[in-house]
Nanobody
Framework: QVQLVESGGGLVQPGGSLRLSCAVSGSIFRINAMGWYRQAPGNERELVTRVTDAGSTNYVDSVKGRFTISGDIAKKTVYLQMNSLKPEDTAVYYC????????????????WGQGTQVTVSS
């Protein structure tokens, strides 16, 4: 059974920093990409950042220059370093993994972590 375990959320003042971690466990053939999404109350879940197995990254405009995704997909672990946090970054953050369970692309599957709350408030 594939599981994603997140950690690192919490309460931080505006301008502060937090680092989220996500580790994938279970039997998988390959990870195509991993990413972080967030969902604030009343809003839809949005992509924050994503990294592919080739090392390509993308970020939503609102976090560019403040957030950095890092880690090693081959080791099934990614991190999200969040600096200069703003109240509008408050949300539940979810880790996502786009994986192949077997050799064939018909085994492509999407997995989510349980979510971790990030609250930015003074």
């Amino acid at each position: 059974q594939v599981q994603l375990v997140e950690s690192g959320g919490g309460l931080v003042q505006p301008g502060g920093s937090l680092r989220l971690s996500c580790a994938v466990s279970g039997s998988i053939f390959r990870i195509n990409a991993m990413g972080w999404y967030r969902q604030a109350p009343g809003n839809e879940r949005e992509l924050v950042t994503r990294v592919t197995d080739a090392g390509s990254t993308n970020y939503v405009d609102s976090v560019k220059g403040r957030f950095t995704i890092s880690g090693d997909i081959a080791k099934k672990t990614v991190y999200l370093q969040m600096n200069s946090l703003k109240p509008e970054d408050t949300a539940v953050y979810y880790c996502n993994a786009d994986v192949l369970l077997g050799f064939s692309y018909t085994t492509r599957s999407d997995y989510w972590g349980q979510g971790t709350q990030v609250t930015v408030s003074s």
